[in-house]
């Protein structure tokens, strides 16, 4: 019965979904290509993108005329990120390479494209590749955007079924039939500009990434680079580029069938004007304002030294290829090489095989390395079945892999963000002049200033992917240290040697890591007699495949006083400074830690896929 029902199911999505002829795609990309308008609103040589600090900082690196081989920015607020992006787009001369795993057309998507089609148009070279699973999936606009302008290409990575959207019917039919295919996604991000400046990192092009969501929010960040590094970077752009697996629009089904319908009324292909929200016109004046961008970023611009980009090729994805990749070798090396401490932040704690290996590794020193970890609470997390994996192993994380766990809160009491914020906030403090905390919070005293939230329905859970080795060695990217990043999703990640910087970025972790923003982690307390025991069957438990049924798990969450401050469970006075609050935190009755308890006991199969 079931197989008749999965051949009915991809019966139904090939049918859907039946290939164009290769004649009728020349004809639908031939008739785009008519459309495109041709014109150019700048006739200068050197290019007619906005004046900028950023560009100016840039130009004096390449000249050697910097403090350093490299200048970075720590993009750790949404809006400044959105606000780096923005600028950037708007002071481009010549090209814009835009990579990213998942962009929606809501206001900062909105804010985005509309930038990028203006540099087409004032003559700027742009080229947009996108992860086919959540880039813009709309047949409608990318057949709009294939017709646009000659300096416009957008292209999708890996198309299933040869099609811009993938509907239920059709993801079903991968999950059953192409598996590995369906999964094996570009989950790098990149933003380039000019091959002078570039931003990395985690986030995607949505408005939960930039803290304008309306009821959930990522913790997140990313990094704006020039110096040498970036050549890399433009390189491993255009291997995803030139890659067999990067299709053109015209050349995915359903926008070739948008395209030849629209060849009896040509006016469809019209790229409608959206009206934009108070914010949105903020912000869009803001990223005029190049002195003011500077201003805002200045306490997170460091001189840097050595900086190296590590990347995923394409090729990760062919049937040939090793299980490992660059990146992947990259990270536990890195790690392997650590003497004292590393202090990782990733919002996924599922540890592949490799990875504990290399942790375990650290523990079995004579002196072991120091471990700390911020991740995701369930309370946090928007991902529940993969916290229920890392549920289930924080027994091993603990005392085998030497771990001190601290789970952001869903409504943490201050944080790098601007969420919460009554409507209009925005614009209100864009018009408003006078001393003390910038836009952003910055206190203008070269330090960060985290910003009180407010709860009002406004959740937010962890996509920063970090990580800071012995006080000295700073990665930011988009590798989330789990087992899709190394086996499934192409990954990218900067490096930078760098103490200062480190400072910078550990100070960030940590301040995710205070009691007011996060859960500790331990041991849960049991009578004497008993933790014997409790172990054992906890331990035997764990270890089973499929069935981890003991109900009385190793470690359960704390919540610590604030007074006391950062603690290893370990220290003498965490008992006295701490309260036992449950597994499962402001979650614990509801169906989301029903389910979670559910996939601990029956989902270890799923380990490598979550």
């Known amino acids: 019965m079931i197989t008749r029902l999965a051949a009915a199911v991809l019966m139904l999505a090939l049918g859907a979904c039946a290939s164009l002829p290769e004649n009728k795609h020349r004809e639908a990309e031939a008739f785009a290509g008519s459309l495109q308008d041709r014109a150019s609103a700048c006739t200068a040589p050197a290019g007619c993108g906005l004046a900028s600090p950023l560009r100016d900082l840039a130009d004096a690196v390449a000249a050697g005329r ?117 999964n094996q996604r570009m989950h790098t991000k990149l933003l380039l500009v000019d091959d002078r400046m570039a931003v990395v990192g985690g986030r995607n092009i949505q408005d939960r990434y930039f803290d304008w969501g309306q009821s959930y929010n990522y913790r997140d960040r990313d990094l704006w680079v020039a110096g040498p590094v970036v ?65 805002e970023l200045a306490a997170y611009r460091r001189a840097v030294g050595d900086a190296v980009f590590y990347a995923d090729l394409p090729e990760k994805h062919a049937d040939e290829a090793s299980s490992r990749a660059r990146a992947s070798n990259a990270v536990y090396q890195i790690i392997s090489q650590a003497q004292t401490s ?7 704690l599922v540890m592949s095989r490799l990875a504990r290996q290399s942790f375990r590794q650290l523990q079995r020193r004579a002196k072991p390395v ?61 018009t408003e002049a006078g001393d003390g905390p910038g836009l952003f919070g910055y206190t203008g005293s070269g330090a960060q200033a985290p910003v009180p939230l407010n709860k009002e329905g406004q959740r937010v859970g962890l996509h920063a992917k970090s990580m800071v080795i012995d006080g000295r060695i700073a990665v930011i990217g988009s590798h989330n240290f789990d087992p899709r990043s190394d086996d499934y999703n192409t990954e990218s990640m900067l490096l930078i040697d760098d103490a200062g910087f480190a400072a910078l970025l550990s100070a960030s972790i940590r301040n995710d890591m205070l009691p007011e923003n996060a859960w500790a982690i331990a041991p849960r307390e049991t009578l004497p007699e008993l933790a014997d025991f409790n172990y054992t069957m906890g331990k035997l438990s764990e270890q ?37 609050v449950g597994d499962f935190p402001e979650v614990n009755m509801s169906l989301k830690g029903i389910y979670t308890r559910i996939i601990t006991v029956f989902g270890a199969g799923l380990e490598p896929i979550l």
Not at 171 to 180: E, M, S
Not at 342 to 348: A, S
Not at 380 to 406: C, M, N, Q, W
Request: net charge neutral; proline share 6%.
């Open 66 to 182: 910097g403090d350093g081989k490299h200048e970075v920015i720590l993009l750790d607020q949404g809006n400044d990120a959105l606000l780096t992006r923005l600028h950037m787009i708007e002071s481009a001369r010549h090209s814009i390479e835009l990579q990213v795993f998942i962009y929606d057309l809501d206001e900062t998507g909105t804010l985005v494209l509309d930038a990028l089609v203006r540099a087409a148009q004032r003559g700027v070279k742009v080229r947009l590749l996108l992860d086919q699973l959540y880039g813009l999936t709309r047949p409608q606009l990318q057949a709009k955007l294939a017709a646009l302008h000659r300096n416009f290409e957008l292209r999708l990575y890996s198309p299933m079924f040869n099609q811009a959207k993938t509907d239920k019917a059709e993801f079903f039919a991968g999950v059953l039939f192409r598996f590995r295919n369906l």
């Open 231 to 295: 050549n890399s970077m433009r390189d491993n752009f255009n291997a995803f580029w030139l890659s067999e697996r990067s299709v053109a629009a015209p050349q995915l089904d359903d926008v070739a069938r948008v395209l030849l319908d629209a060849q009896a009324d040509p006016q469809r292909l019209q790229l409608p004007q959206r009206a934009y929200s108070p914010r949105m016109n903020a912000m869009a004046a803001m990223a005029q304002d190049g002195p003011r961008v500077i201003s």
């Open 342 to 348: 590393v202090l990782l932040q990733t919002p996924y």
């Open 370 to 430: 120091q471990v700390q970890v911020s991740t995701n609470s369930l309370a946090a997390t928007d991902a529940f079945p993969v916290y229920a994996l890392s549920h289930k192993y924080k027994r091993l994380y603990l005392r085998e892999l030497g771990f001190r766990i601290h789970e952001f809160k869903p409504f943490p009491a201050s944080a790098f963000m601007r969420v919460g914020r009554e409507p209009g906030w925005l614009e209100k403090e864009e």
């Open 544 to 580: 089973m495949p499929v069935f981890d049924v003991w109900p009385w798990p190793y470690a359960t969450s704390f919540q610590v006083r604030n007074e006391c401050g950062l603690m290893d469970y370990t220290a003498p006075e965490f008992i006295g400074c701490s309260e036992a």
